[in-house]
């Protein structure tokens, strides 16, 4: 890399929603980005919805057609990992399953030169257990985006017991040039922003089964009262139900406090797919 701080080449492992907005961002700050998916269809829903996101903001005056078509040459879809071969920078944002993780760190660590960085966008799964799998736990960090990424100005910078000040850095400084806000949070479930949001979120379930209030009642009285700006029920819809309840399985394991354990009616909802906006149907219907 001519500028050792500045990745060059971005590679983003995963295009769904929350890697295609990571690879919009990159994109648009400048850097030439490969999203690799699992398949074409996969990789062209990414892709479309990119161009829809810009688009929307042409329409809006947020950007100008130039800007947009500038950013869409920096971008480019694959399902091979011999694409992420000129990658300085790799950022992983798949599915919050640990060995997923492991196995395309596995095939892109086949592939990119030793100096590059790795980066987990996982929200709940240890950094330090993904780096032990890698042969660059020093060059491994983890780097929490929030949904919807090219909105939410905040990342959560995670350093694994492994990870060396040079990487930290350099990868600190890495997602200020996205136009992020970074927070340092400590490797341990749930980082900063879900280790508060989650009990919360689980609470408001319980408070709900136990005759509170209706749905509608909870989300109104934290929005009004509160000034949140999405009820805990509409923000549940939004994260994704088995999202929220695969990160508090996790929380919880770890912790072993009351306060993170899912209450049931999570698990029967994800095995009812009845997963939030993404399913259509969630605690509210879309």
């Known amino acids: 890399m001519a500028d050792e701080s500045r990745p060059e080449v971005v590679g983003v492992l995963g295009c769904g929603l929350m890697g295609s907005g990571i690879a919009q961002v990159c994109a648009q700050a400048g850097y030439r980005t490969i999203v690799r998916e699992v398949d074409q269809a996969a990789v062209n829903a990414g892709l479309t919805r990119i161009e829809r996101f810009l688009a929307n903001g042409v329409t809006r005056e947020k950007l100008t057609r130039a800007e947009r078509d500038a950013t869409m040459g920096r971008l480019a879809g694959t399902t091979s990992f011999d694409a992420l071969a000129e990658s300085d920078l790799i950022i992983e944002a798949i599915i919050e399953q640990v060995d997923a993780k492991r196995a395309v760190f596995a095939a892109v660590e086949e592939v990119v030169g030793p100096d590059t960085l790795f980066c987990s966008n996982t929200s709940s799964v240890c950094i330090t257990e993904l780096a032990a799998s890698t042969t660059r736990p020093d060059k491994f960090i983890g780097l929490h985006f929030f949904n919807p990424v090219p909105i939410m100005s905040l990342v959560e910078v995670i350093r694994g017991l492994s ?71 509409a923000l549940l819809d939004f994260v994704g139900v088995d999202t929220t309840y695969y990160i508090a399985n996790i929380m919880h394991e770890e912790f072993r406090d009351p306060a993170y354990a899912p209450p049931p009616l999570l698990k029967r909802m994800v095995l009812a797919g009845r997963l939030g906006r993404k399913s259509g149907h969630g605690f509210y219907e879309y």
């Open 163 to 233: 990870t060396v000040d040079t990487t930290y850095q350099r990868v600190l400084k890495f997602a200020q040039s996205l136009g992020k806000q970074t927070v340092t949070a400590p490797d341990r479930p749930g980082f900063i922003v879900n280790r508060l949001l989650v009990p919360y979120l689980l609470s408001a379930v319980r408070a709900v089964e136990s005759g509170c209030g209706t749905l509608e009642d909870v989300d109104t009285a934290m929005t009004l009262g509160c000034g949140h700006p999405m009820g805990p029920f």
